[in-house]
């Protein structure tokens, strides 16, 4: 391991560690994976995606106009805190078995029903205008999910439309759960 080289303790399949691993290749910082299983002793998650803008500004994922950066903050947070929880592995298992397709769905879909308004007045190529920034990050590893539990995303015309040109950029291939060291080999790309 290179001295000063970053750990990210990450797993395949993490909607958190997405999100790092894709603001880390976006900035070109090279970094050590160190998996962890979120399944097994429910794991720990760490909130970087901030201390990396402030450490490492360019490329910035936070736009320097206050009101757009208002916006990115406000989508990332209607994803990261408004979506992503409630179909969370830990409620999931909440809401034993026969119940867990459903619930993930219905929480989606009201999710993105919210998340394609604001889009509609937000998004140029991305979430907020032209540039990558973290509401992107949080926007691809929760369409995967939304993928994952089959929630049919024909009535999110504006989410497709950004995570497709999204998926098209190097550091949201590299980062994606099936290129990872710990992604088991039947879930590899």
Known sequence: MQAGKPILYSYFRSSCSWRVRIALALKSIDYETVPV????????????????????????????????????????????????????????????????????????NSGFNALEQVLQNTAGKYCVGDEVSMADLCLVPQVANAERYKVDLTPYPTIRHINKSLLALEAFQVSHPCRQPDTPPELRA
Not at 40 to 63: F, S, V
Not at 65 to 81: E, T
């Open 37 to 108: 299983n979120l399944v097994k002793d429910g794991g720990q998650q760490l909130a970087i995606i901030e201390y990396l803008e402030e450490t490492r500004p360019t490329p910035r994922l936070l736009p320097l106009d206050p009101k757009k950066r208002c916006l990115v903050r406000m989508i990332s947070d209607l994803i990261a805190s408004g979506i992503q929880p409630l179909q969370n592995l830990s409620v999931l298992q909440q809401m034993g078995q026969e119940n867990r397709l459903t619930w993930a769905q219905k929480v989606i």
